[in-house]
């Protein structure tokens, strides 16, 4: 079975919230819950669960987000204030999943088993902090070679996407130098990161209408489902 990838293609990088497991809406609901309580205080306008979302904290560490879409409506707050506000949402993302469980993309499970039959490497690249736990929770404990997520790169020292540090450690953790590496990722930051670590092949998921958004950070294909690369 293809796997859409060219022949140069020795490693597979995944992003996990929005790419592998459907956790990406919750991360969304949480962000809207904390932000809005934070702006209905200060009579502003409430959260974008879809633009905001997208533009200002998709893939990227908690702290980032929340600066980033401060910045956005021009607040600006302590360092302390930008930490609760993380701290908070982190939090509401814990129980929101404690309480609804965790679902993955049928298609993509089909494809990481496909990655794996091919005996390619595979590895999980997220900002989280808890991406054992949503691993655990989607049946993937053990599933990849290499794990990369925000313990990571907080112990190592590694920027946050849209810069490319995590997923050139998930691949020189696999041994493959990036132009091996294909990476997938359904969000703007990271496919900004795919194409900053000169990847071989950079795979943009669909999941919100912004194919053409995808397309300007860099993606090299943009497929809806991840089954969409597999061809018999």
């Known amino acids: 079975m293809a796997l859409g990838l060219p022949p140069t293609i020795r490693a597979c990088l995944f992003d996990l919230d929005g790419v592998i497991t459907q956790t990406a809406r919750v991360h969304a609901r949480a962000w809207k819950q904390v932000f809005d309580e934070f702006l209905k205080a200060r009579s502003e306008p409430p959260f974008d669960l879809v633009k905001d979302y997208d533009d200002y904290v998709d893939g990227k560490p908690r702290e980032d987000g929340v600066r980033s879409f401060l910045a956005s409506r021009h607040i600006t707050v ?12 982190d939090q509401l993302f814990l129980d ?9 993309y049928d298609g993509s499970i089909s494809y990481l088993h496909a990655v794996k039959a091919a005996r390619l490497k595979l590895a999980v690249v997220s900002s989280s902090r808890h ?29 946050g996407k849209p810069a490319p540090d ?43 209408g912004q194919a053409d958004a995808l397309y300007a950070q860099g ?9 969409d690369l597999l061809a018999k």
């Open 78 to 89: 302590p360092d302390e204030r930008v930490h609760d506000i993380a701290d908070r949402k």
């Open 96 to 104: 929101l999943i404690h309480h609804d469980g965790v679902q993955t």
């Open 131 to 159: 991406t054992t736990e949503v691993l655990a929770a989607a049946n993937l404990s053990n599933f990849f070679d290499a794990q990369v997520d925000g313990i990571v790169a907080e112990r190592e020292h590694l920027n």
């Open 166 to 208: 995590t997923y050139l450690k998930a691949a020189s953790v696999l041994g493959a130098k990036p132009a091996a590496a294909s990476v997938y990722e359904d969000a703007l930051a990271g496919v900004k990161a795919g194409r900053a670590g000169g990847f071989g092949l950079v795979v943009g998921v669909d999941r919100a």
């Open 219 to 227: 993606a090299d294909v943009v497929v809806k489902d991840l089954a």
